[in-house]
């Protein structure tokens, strides 16, 4: 079993930034892959930035430039900068591992950006 713990998400102004952390434990396999996404009210969740463990990354068109994903193998650790904030930002962030087939999911963290 895997548990994800999360922290870092508030209220803060557009222009402003916010560091979203992650941490994992329990039974992780040495290959995986550990991303955020993030629901706005009355929306799907979607994909924001995800990176594996070999640093591989991948991220949404809409924060491209403003958002940077990066881990810490040794920790278990998943981090998300995010710089330029904007009102549309505003969601639930969750934190996600995928080893092999099987998927976790953190608790969530909201994210509030004022205009």
């Known amino acids: 079993q895997v548990q994800l713990v999360e922290s870092g998400g508030g209220l803060v102004q557009a222009g402003g930034s916010l560091r979203l952390s992650c941490t994992a434990a329990?039974?992780?396999?040495?290959?995986?892959?550990m991303g955020w996404y993030r629901q706005a009210p009355g929306k799907q969740r979607e994909l924001v930035a995800t990176?594996?463990?070999?640093?591989?990354?991948n991220c949404a068109d809409s924060v491209k430039g403003r958002f940077t994903i990066s881990r810490d193998n040794a920790k278990n650790t998943v981090y998300l900068q995010m710089n330029s904030l904007k009102p549309e930002d505003t969601a639930v962030y969750y934190c996600?591992?995928?080893?092999?087939?099987?998927?976790?999911w953190g608790q969530g963290t909201q994210v509030t950006v004022s205009s």
């Open positions: 996600n591992m995928r080893i092999v087939a099987r998927n976790y």
């Open positions: 329990g039974s992780i396999f040495d290959f995986n892959t």
């Open positions: 990176i594996t463990t070999g640093g591989s990354t």
